[in-house]
């Protein structure tokens, strides 16, 4: 059917939801070929479809329009105006407008709609939005903790400045920043050289740059526990990449903190989805960033007691992995020694053989007397023994049990007494009481009390 172009008008909700961009290429599209498509309109001519076409029309001076009218209620207006501009290309603004419009047609108590399937169950109303719009749930969470954290980030997206990925890890680095801010508390001393702050690591103005020695942490894993209720903090993320970029950006202050002689280890776990080994710890340390970071060494720690796997068609997991990182190659490192079996044998030098030299018979022992050079592969027996040949060379003659034995090796290693220890997830404090054990001074921080 037929109407008169002034009699109609944009329907208020509409003007909310889309804006009116490219006006002038649909003008010249339509003086060139015609108005392809009928505009949707409600019984009070609304236009529910075809604003831009409305206001290009009217440029024309076109006196009669092809319609199309439908009835409709004020109720469902907003999934109808969503419905009808499905095919059309969007702003990360307009799919939110379109979410926060959806999201209250949906909505139902708890956020469940049992009406709208016929098996009573139920759908989430954010998974009936993510089909109505098109693109994932997770997309969908992304933009949504975005605007609520700051809306210029989608400004930003939609000008092509920004990655919503970028925009995201940015918005949850404000996010943490602020909730550092509200729930910093005073320093719990629990001894003279034992500071512990409750507040996140990922900035922390309290320590002085460069004045650590060491970091040994193991930060939150991927998707193992709830570490928060609060969705966007380390661990819970939606996606490993959310994680592993997390993280990497969470260890922007640990670089600040550590001094040039200083060695930082970390700690860190995999994580299986959808039967897919993710490769985790291995991504983050080619996250890392290469400026002002060197990787000395990837650890294989064999675990004494790993947590039993029920899977049938994998083998278990029985190790992590320990990377150990510097800012330069001068850093300080007392070089470990794992003792030597009583019936290892020195070895002989090389033969040299020509026409006058009888070959050399004199047995030299290449291997060092205080033992062998510690590797990279680390068992209960292996730490133990060698921390306790490295203690022939230190005054504490009880080194802390195993497996508290992970830091006391590489605090050995590669700090002094009265160094600076520090733990940017402080947890159940076990590097805190390895490092007030030896004599070096410990900061930790944890959101949680200590």
Known sequence: MKTQGSNLRHHPLNTEIYSLS???????????????????????????????????????????????????????????LVHHNKQRLKTN??????????NKHYSVGQGKRSDLNGNGKGYN?????????????????????????????????DKGILTV????????????????????????????????????SDSMDEVDDEQVQLVFTSPPYWNKRTYSNKKGWLGNENSPSDYVANLVNHF????????????????????????????????????????GRIFRNTIAWNKTNPKPSSSKNNLGPT????????????YYYDHTFHPIKDKTKASLPPRHRNVNVKSATKVSPYIPRNGKNMGDYWNEDIVRTSVANQQKFD?????????????????????????????????????????????????????KSY
């Open 125 to 157: 109303s954010r998974e009936l939005i993510s089909n109505d719009l098109g693109i994932s749930s997770s997309q969908i969470g992304r933009l949504v903790f975005i605007e609520k954290e700051d809306k210029e980030l989608i400004n930003l997206i």
């Open 319 to 330: 190790y992590e992995f320990i990377f150990h990182f510097v800012k330069s190659m001068k």
């Open 93 to 102: 603004q307009e799919l939110l407008n379109e979410y926060h419009i959806l």
């Open 165 to 200: 990925a970028q925009a995201y890890l940015q918005a949850s680095r404000q996010r943490k920043e602020e909730d550092a801010r509200s729930n910093t508390k005073k320093s719990k001393v629990v001894e003279p050289n034992y500071i512990f702050y409750q507040k996140s």
């Open 22 to 80: 490219d006006i002038d290429d649909l003008v010249g599209s339509i003086k060139e070929v015609g108005l392809l498509q009928a505009l949707v309109i409600d019984q009070k001519n609304r236009v529910i479809s075809g604003n831009r076409i409305l206001v290009a029309i009217k440029k024309l001076g076109l006196k009669s329009v092809e319609v199309e009218k439908i009835k409709v209620s004020e109720k469902d207006v907003g999934h109808l």
């Open 395 to 447: 005054k504490n003659e009880h080194p802390a049990p195993f497996p508290e034995q992970i830091v006391v090796l590489p605090l050995l290693q590669t700090t002094k007494e009265n160094d600076f220890v520090l733990d940017p997830f402080h947890g159940s404090g076990t590097t805190g009481r390895v490092a007030t054990h030896y004599n070096r001074q410990y900061i930790g921080y944890d959101l």
């Open 252 to 291: 922007e202050d640990v670089s600040r903190i550590l001094n040039r002689k200083g060695s930082f280890f970390l700690n860190i776990g995999d994580t299986y989805q959808d039967g897919n080994l993710l490769n985790i710890p291995q991504r983050v340390a080619i996250g890392l960033p290469d400026e």
